[in-house]
């Protein structure tokens, strides 16, 4: 595909993750993304077959980490990156896929959703693996900590639909991973006062 | 009100739970509690004014922390009664009441979740504070502790309407845990042989 698809290709992605966070999976009609990117139907269904691939491919976009960690970047830089992202993702409420997920993990796409969660588990454990080889990363489980990383998250970024979430939320999430990773005192002194 | 007409609101909220584990919020109607529980239709109305109120009683239910702190008994004790019904909650997928919680909270229900949402952290801090005090918790940031354990569960709870969780999951929530609160080593070398 040449770089001209691939560009429209992207800007349809766009459109539609916003319609899909507005409206959640089920009410986002191709009628719809027409009317967003201005393609004509025949323009939209020349890319994609219907809104369901277009959400899969979405949620299968990820973090290059493998590919850094290959080309030897520090273990402590691909985290802060990796963390910064998921930090604007949790204070971005508006933009919390969550809803269209359920939605479509309903609709019998089990199988979509377990690859993704492998796939994002598999990322996380090979940082840790490689933070603590390479980095000074405390020693932890993998599997344990990337479960706490990833369900920690999606907890943040569900709930964030269902109440405001502000900033000390993702704060904390942040400072915990970087805690467990990468240890140091957990600073109690500086947020209460009661002990 | 008497105790038989505590029984009866305890045998409806038990129904209603199922029905909204199984079909969410909006679809589940009067009509069904009517024929789940075999009440009349004036009966179950002299009880309930409808489905909201039924489920924002469900949600409010809350475990007796304040109290078991305040007739003494160990930290330690509770959080494990605590832990012990959570993790029955995370391996039991079919009674996740999430998907209902959603679209509870989608109908304006805001101000409701941000009162259960400040309950529970205050709960699980008081209980942190507690075993800090009295029963050699580690030393941690009470408030940061309380939303990992809140929203670790919450990530659990919601995704395991999206894939199926098994009991790996759970085992890590709990011991993530307590090794936040009780110390102790993190037995990687237990799960994986690979550092």
Not at 175 to 190: C, F, H, I, N
Request: glycine letters at 8%.
């Amino acid at each position: 595909m040449g770089a001209k698809a691939e560009k429209t290709k992207e800007k349809i992605r766009a459109a539609a993750y916003e319609l899909f966070a507005a409206k959640g999976f089920k009410q986002v009609t191709m009628s719809d993304l027409c009317e967003q990117t201005g393609l004509s139907r025949g323009g939209l269904y020349r890319y994609y077959s219907g809104t369901g691939e277009i959400f899969s491919e979405i949620l299968t976009e990820e973090y290059a980490v493998e590919d850094r960690i290959r080309t030897g970047e520090r273990a402590r830089v691909i985290l802060d990156d990796m963390l910064r992202v998921i930090m604007q993702e949790i204070s971005d409420r508006e933009h919390s896929l969550s809803l269209a997920i359920y939605e479509y993990a309903s609709l019998g796409n089990e199988a979509l959703f377990t690859r993704i969660t492998g796939r994002a588990k598999a990322r996380w454990e090979a940082l840790i693996r490689y933070g603590m080889e390479t980095d000074g990363f405390q020693k932890v489980n993998p599997a344990q900590a990337a479960d706490l990383i990833l369900y920690y998250y999606q907890g943040l970024r569900m709930w964030s639909r269902v109440i405001p979430l502000g900033e000390a939320e993702a704060e904390f999430y942040v400072k915990t991973v970087r805690q467990m990773l990468l240890g140091g005192a957990p600073d109690y002194g500086a947020y209460e006062n009661t002990i």
